[in-house]
């Protein structure tokens, strides 16, 4: 015969609070490297983008905006776009 398996959630009694010393996570923000030459590939991606000012490029030619999220863009490296034309916004 198969045994019944408990599916419902055990409720805790005491009260979970909050630890002023636990880790937190923190925001990191990346800045563009502008002292690092761009490959020549790079800068054929770059141009097709000029309404950005940065853009985040990987060593398989994906592109990604300033604001996606880490684990999306993984490795890819920040770049400073020179073709940037702030008109086409």
């Excluded at 993984?74 to 034309?85: Q, R, S, V, W």
């Amino acid at each position: 015969m198969a045994k019944k398996i408990n599916t419902e959630e055990q409720v805790s009694e005491t009260p979970v609070q909050n630890n002023p010393n636990s880790e937190t996570k923190e925001k990191t923000t990346q800045v563009a490297d502008t002292s690092i030459e761009a490959p020549a590939h790079v800068k054929d991606i770059l141009k097709g983008f000029t309404g950005y000012k940065t853009l985040f490029v990987d060593k398989h030619g994906g592109v990604f905006t300033p604001d996606t999220a880490l684990v999306i863009r993984g490795d890819a490296t920040l770049y400073e776009n020179p073709f940037y034309n702030p008109e086409k916004n």
